[in-house]
């Protein structure tokens, strides 16, 4: 009985693919012609796409950069389900889209998964509004505020290691689910001032509330891409919308709430530890409205909670298969910590290069963001001689960029943390690495995404050893909501005795 219904869920799956195809072809055909005149095909069958391989990211991943090699082009058209794409790893032309104000623009097909009631805020605004959230949110990511929240970065850290502590002598652990918890417990902190007490009703709530969501999401930007997107709202997405609405909400309106102090509302550099206190101030100059502050909040939360957890998983896993790159970063943060930590202080930082380069290298061969998509916000001049219609998507292969061999050499694909000497840096194009992407709409957190995994790795290198029997080349990536592992590698802690 089963395998009848699967049959039949999959004949109607087609069908509607196929409906939902040819809907679409018509009526963007104009802008079909010209994408796919100007661009050779590099990846994806027209009509059909390239979208299976979304389940094997090192297969697609391979396939882009097999069809630059063979076309011997470095920009592209892909086609996904039945869509073309201009796809691009031209450093010039990156920088190009990245800087210009005629592709400030989002691609809608490639950000699905943020296209709901309340994840549409900073990160796929159109260009108009984002220009007045992104002034109006700036300062939570400024210097002082940063350095403000050190505190909680390092209780968090602290945090993280307690726990892996007690795996230590257990064999191979899962480790990402612990990192996952404390990190969605820093953005609700930091985001929303929300604290959690560890083990309550409450927590677990939001835990399970929180990873449903990007359980959804995951799933959003896969139909999103084969042109399903509507197929993810299902009953229970709307349920678990409903109750990660039902945790922020209450927060939103104890601020609402708070008197209002005339003298702060025009400030918006002032004493803002929280992104709540300037999403309320942006609501007292009638920037926001109640529905902005409340979507604000949750795209700053679900831009930060897989973003960062991911990067620290990763960074813990390639150290982990890499024991003599670890052991260097451990005699280094040993050499700044002598006896051990209490706190990283912003100076702290600056004494740490080896660690910077650790960090660089995962981020270039697991960048969390893989692709980068914008869209023409008018017809305009992608490359001399080449005018794109308005609404062509052109995609940033990131990961495909950060494993170019003409730029990293042959063994593009290997960890090697000297790539990131400064003599080795100094040799590129600024544009051929961009893990927190460039110009005005990269990343608004940079610097509080890389401060808060230094103070994670820190803190964990200095007191835990970390191994794995899980080869580097067993690595399978897959899409969730960022780039992440097929398998998580359980890894196996020992506690450092000095
Ligand atoms: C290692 C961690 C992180 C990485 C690699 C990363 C990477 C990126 C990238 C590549 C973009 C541009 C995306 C695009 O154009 O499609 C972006 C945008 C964004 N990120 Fe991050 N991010 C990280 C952490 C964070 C954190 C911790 C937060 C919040 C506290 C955050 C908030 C945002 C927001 C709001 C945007 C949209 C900015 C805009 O459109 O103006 N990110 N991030």
Redesign the pocket.
Known sequence: MSAIIGVETLIIMVIILLLSASWRLYQRRKYYRSVTSKFPVICGIPFIGAAYHVFDVNKLFKNISNGFDIMKTLTGCMWVAATPYVLTIDTEIIKHVTTSPEFLN?APDL?TQFHNDILNG??VSPAKK?KIS?KALNPF?AHNNVVALFPAFNQNANNVKNKLARLAGQGEQDIFTIIKDCGLQL?LFT?MGLKLEEGSEKHRETMWAFNALADHMAMDLILGWLGLGFLSRTPHYKRVVKSVRKIVRPLVEENLAKPVDSDDINDFEKDNKTLIDLALKAFRQRLFNEKDMEVECF??IA??YE??VG?AYTCLVLLAMHPEIQERLFQEIRSVYPDGITSVEYDDLKKLPYLDMCVSEA?RLV???AF??RQAVYDTELCPGVILPKGTQVLLAIYVLHRRKEIWGPDAHRFNPDNFLPENVAKRHPYSYM???KGP??????R??QI??RIILIHTIRSLKFSTTFKYEDIILVPKVTLGFKTDPPLHIEVRTN
Do not use: D, E, V
């Open positions: 989002k950000y900073l990160i984002w992104r990511l953005s985001i795209t700053m831009a930060s973003t960062s990067a981020l960048p969390p963001a980068i998509g893990p927190f992407s709409r990269n990343c608004i957190a940079a509080y995404a808060t995994l």
